[in-house]
């Protein structure tokens, strides 16, 4: 069966440090992996989609990145956090799909406080 | 891009009582998924439904694609429904990304 972990899954950090959230999932090959965002009382934003390794879309202009060294393995990333930052973080997977309704599975997710 | 509004907001009810959250979106969609989150935060898939009408346990999903709005009703609540209910479609026909609706807080108190 498939699993998806992420981690950690909370984080403090200071202001102008560096971030980085791994996501792997297991059990499926070539998914579709997203990042999300859940800001404090508002809704899921997607913050970055990705089809296959190294091929990365970027839904919101921000200071965060996001890579997929590998096919299963999709992180989030930053040079220098701002207050914003702040939120719960979600990674998802989805299986490719052509004219097919889909299914999103979430992880965990990672609640990172920025201090 | 979709708009997705839900309603209510926030939703108090007594055990046992029927409960009905509200999804309405601007743009026609394949597929609208309701999403169960729960207080520590994790996400779980509740439904996906296309058409018509979906059930599981006491959980009813509903959706009318012309009227372009989904229901979720809960039969018979229970306090360990409480949860943020989210709903959410694709921004646009085909896409594969979705947008959520801001959530429905749902408090079923024993």
Same mark, same amino acid.
């Given at each position: 069966s498939q699993t998806i972990h992420q981690w950690p899954a909370t984080l403090v950090q200071p202001v102008g440090s560096p971030l980085s959230l791994e996501c792997t999932v297991e059990g499926t090959s070539n998914p579709n992996l997203y990042w999300y965002r859940q800001a404090a009382g508002r809704g899921l934003q997607l913050l970055f989609y990705s089809v296959g390794i190294g091929q990365i879309s970027s839904e919101v202009p921000q200071n965060l990145s996001a890579s997929r060294p590998q096919d299963r393995q999709f992180i989030l990333s930053s040079k220098k956090l701002l207050l914003s930052d702040s939120g719960f973080y979600l990674c998802a997977w989805s299986v490719p799909a052509s004219g097919v309704p889909y299914e999103q599975y979430f992880g965990p997710g990672t609640r990172l406080t920025v201090t | 891009k979709n708009e997705v509004e839900q309603s209510p907001q926030n939703l108090t009810a007594q055990e046992g009582e029927f409960i009905t959250i509200n999804c309405s979106y601007s743009v026609g969609i394949s597929a609208l998924h309701w999403l169960q989150q729960h207080p520590g935060g994790g996400i779980v898939s509740l439904f996906m439904l296309s058409s018509g009408k979906k059930k599981h346990g006491r959980l009813i999903a509903t959706i009318n694609i012309q009227e372009k709005h989904s229901s979720l009703h809960i039969t018979? =609540?229970? %306090?360990?429904? =409480?949860a943020v209910y989210i709903c959410a479609v694709p %921004?646009? #026909? #085909? =896409?594969?990304k979705l947008v959520f609706g801001k959530g429905t807080k749902l408090t079923v108190n024993p």
């Open positions: - | 018979a =609540s229970h %306090p360990r429904d =409480s %921004p646009q #026909g #085909g =896409s594969e």
